[in-house]
């Protein structure tokens, strides 16, 4: 019970830091976008099927690939004892080789928006 | 409760013949797409149904190999209808008839 | 031995897509034809290492990805085939208007795949070899991005390839359920134990075989290819006629051999597989005899090719439909070559008429033409009247004679519509100036080695045999 207070405590106290500390800092500009309620781009209230700008199309296919991949770390945290090393190695190449396909996107212009 | 893996390889064997059946039904390629998913997932389905009732834990990695083919599978594939409709203003496969013999 | 050293070859091809695909990437230069060059490094230090691997059976993965002489065969032949489609794509990628980089990186790539599915008897690792060469080839068929009918083709190869890959999914699973394991040989043991197969392995067997003749483009899950190699760019034409159906027929006959020596299998699948080897023979050769367009026409005539070389599953026959493969792989890429070589910037002239008066305006051509059309037809003393003759003896010996007679009589309704294609080179006036652009000398290497393989292995095939008899004297 105690280290469950405690942990709310502490994390409680750490939260409140952050957010007194971005109060303090962080500039005061405010404009239309920065008001919205969800920042990420598209507008919160609009026709539910609208045109999709194609740059999200190819974005979202990067993204489709890259969070599928993880499905394999599962079954490596599972064994990860077991396979000790050499499961880390195999999973660094394929990190490795992800990456380099990300590499590669990025320098095809993927993200140059317009 | 949870019901007897036989009857989720049943739900899996419904799911592949209703794919089929809307593969051939449907006429564009986006949904035709969809449809393979589905056979893909029922493929899945019956991969995880069949591994737990053998108690062998291959059959589970198995799915994890084919849900990351079928992700690879489906970003070539949007990519392409993409390409298509960029082309032709459609993704209606009758109007795919450039090429003819 | 299981040794890292069984995936040198693979390893390097992949490497090799890899580094060619960055490259293009940070290249700034507008010549992209070293790309074409380092590739066809990367293919030719996995011959070397294949090479290497010869006579040494080494495995990885837990015996999951096995280099014996049989897959090392066919692995040798994908190299081959890497590099002829290379150097047909090295000047036509330009002049066409496709990307020579990502062409390239995605043919090693699709190599990478073939290498997976012919060295493994692991369904799991087949299944994902079969994928990895099928995202590369729908890329591949719609490399040429302006083009309609390129995307048209990249479309209709990724509609039906990735209805096929579900079907071969759900077979993995019924196979999967019936007999517990994805290894080949415990399916094996089901089958030939005389037991047979559970109702439901059976079924899961038929729609892995529907899956893999998808792939093979078998009557009647042909119906894709012919606007597949027609639309696409013609070197992966060259790649997608011959690869996939090498390792696809591969795959059947590490799978199918064992299984069709035994009684109640070979009743239901033997019966069902003749009559498909039939029906693709017919379908193809009848639909090639009314077609006007030549690379049309060689599509549908790749369909028949699928036939013949499944009459050698059938019979069991490994040496002679190794050899027809490595044939057919010299005559189809030579008779596609001089049909790339028939280009200008921009401009592909593929129609029959464009052959007319072939023959006095470039004799050469017309010339080489003449022979891998024959060669594919079947007439002495080209290699592919040997292939044939294998084959066809080889399914006597085993008493399908009824196959080996409708194999002749569809090889008999070949020859016309290949013949046509050389009456209209050397006996039709030319009515239109199809002005061809000649500075493409990879392509004319091309076809001088595939016109050295088919005369070559014509009048004296005895190495190749011999090798390719050591090879499966083994396995088999």
Not at chain 2, 16 to 38: P, Y
Request: proline residues 4%.
């Amino acid at each position: 019970m105690l280290e469950l207070t405690l942990s709310f405590l502490v994390f409680g106290l750490l939260a409140a830091v952050m957010i007194v500390i971005n109060y303090l800092l962080g500039p005061r500009k405010p404009n239309p976008a920065r008001e919205k309620p969800f920042e990420c781009g598209s507008p919160p209230l609009q026709a539910g099927i609208g045109p999709v700008n194609i740059p999200f199309f190819l974005v979202a296919l990067l993204f489709l690939l890259l969070d599928v991949e993880i499905a394999f770390f599962y079954p490596l945290a599972l064994a990860f004892r077991d396979r000790g090393f050499g499961g880390l190695a195999a999973l660094g190449t394929f990190i490795l080789v992800l990456a380099l396909g990300f590499v590669y996107a990025w320098k095809k212009g993927i993200f140059r928006w317009s | 409760m949870i019901p007897p893996p036989a009857a989720f390889f049943i739900l899996a064997a419904v799911l592949f013949v209703l794919g089929v059946l809307a593969f051939f039904v449907k006429k564009d390629l986006l949904t035709q797409f969809m449809a393979v998913e589905v056979m893909l997932n029922a493929g899945n389905l019956a991969f995880l149904a069949l591994a737990k009732s053998l108690g062998k834990a291959e059959g589970q990695v198995i799915v994890l190999f084919v849900i990351t083919v079928a992700a690879a599978e489906a970003v070539i594939g949007l990519a392409i209808i993409v390409l298509i409709f960029r082309q032709r203003k459609t993704v209606q496969t009758d109007e795919l008839k450039d090429l003819k013999g | 031995m299981t040794t890292f050293m069984a995936l040198a070859p693979l390893l390097t091809v992949v490497f090799g897509a890899l580094v060619v695909l960055l490259l293009e990437a940070f290249m700034k230069r507008a010549n992209r034809e070293p790309l074409g060059y380092v590739a066809a490094l990367a293919l030719l230090a996995a011959g070397f290492f294949v090479i290497r691997s010869w006579n040494r059976d080494l495995d990885y993965f837990g015996g999951r990805l096995v280099l014996d002489r049989f897959s090392l065969l066919l692995i040798a032949l994908f190299v081959i085939l890497g590099l002829f489609v290379l150097l047909m794509g090295l000047k036509y990628a330009a002049r066409q208007g496709m990307n020579l980089g990502e062409f390239c990186g995605l043919v090693l790539l699709a190599v990478a795949g073939l290498m997976i599915m012919v060295s493994s008897t692991d369904w799991l690792v087949v299944f994902l070899g079969l994928e990895v060469l099928s995202v590369a080839s729908y890329a591949l068929s719609g490399l040429k991005k302006t083009d309609r009918t390129s995307s048209e083709a990249a479309a209709k190869y990724f509609l039906m390839g990735s209805f096929a890959g579900a079907f071969f999914v759900f077979g993995l699973a019924l196979v999967f359920g019936t007999s517990g394991s994805l290894d080949f040989s415990t399916l094996l043991a089901g089958g030939v134990s005389g037991a047979g197969l559970a109702p439901a392995g059976a079924v899961g067997l038929g729609l892995i075989l529907a899956a893999l003749s998808f792939k093979i483009a078998i009557a009647p899950f042909h119906m894709w290819a012919p606007d597949v190699y027609e639309g696409a760019p013609t070197p992966v034409t060259v790649f997608l006629t011959v690869g996939p159906k090498a390792a696809g027929l591969a795959v059947l006959f590490r799978l199918l051999v064992p299984l069709l020596r035994n009684e109640p299998f070979a009743a239901v699948f033997g019966s069902a597989l003749s009559l498909m080897a039939v029906l693709t023979m017919f379908a193809g050769n009848l639909a090639a005899l009314r077609q006007r367009s030549v690379k049309r026409m060689l599509a549908y005539s790749s369909i028949a090719h699928s036939g013949y070389l499944i009459v050698a599953v059938i019979a069991g026959d490994g040496p002679s439909l190794v050899f027809y493969l490595v044939v057919y792989l010299f005559m189809n890429a030579g008779a596609f070559s001089v049909l790339a070589a028939m280009s200008r910037k921009g401009v592909e002239y593929t129609a029959l008429d464009d052959f007319a008066g072939l023959g006095r305006r470039y004799p050469w051509l017309a010339a080489c033409l003449s022979v891998f059309l024959l060669s594919l037809a079947g007439f002495p003393p080209t290699a592919g009247f040997l292939a044939k003759f294998y084959v066809f003896s080889g399914a006597v010996r085993e008493g399908h004679v009824a196959l080996a007679v409708a194999a002749v009589l569809a090889s008999l309704i070949s020859v016309a519509y290949y013949l046509k294609v050389i009456v209209f080179m050397y006996m039709k006036e030319d009515q239109g100036e199809a002005a061809i652009d000649q500075e493409n000398p990879a392509l004319y290497l091309v076809i001088f080695l595939c016109l050295f393989g088919v005369v070559q292995l014509g009048l004296w095939p005895g190495n190749l045999l011999a090798l390719i008899r050591q090879a499966l004297s083994a396995a088999f």
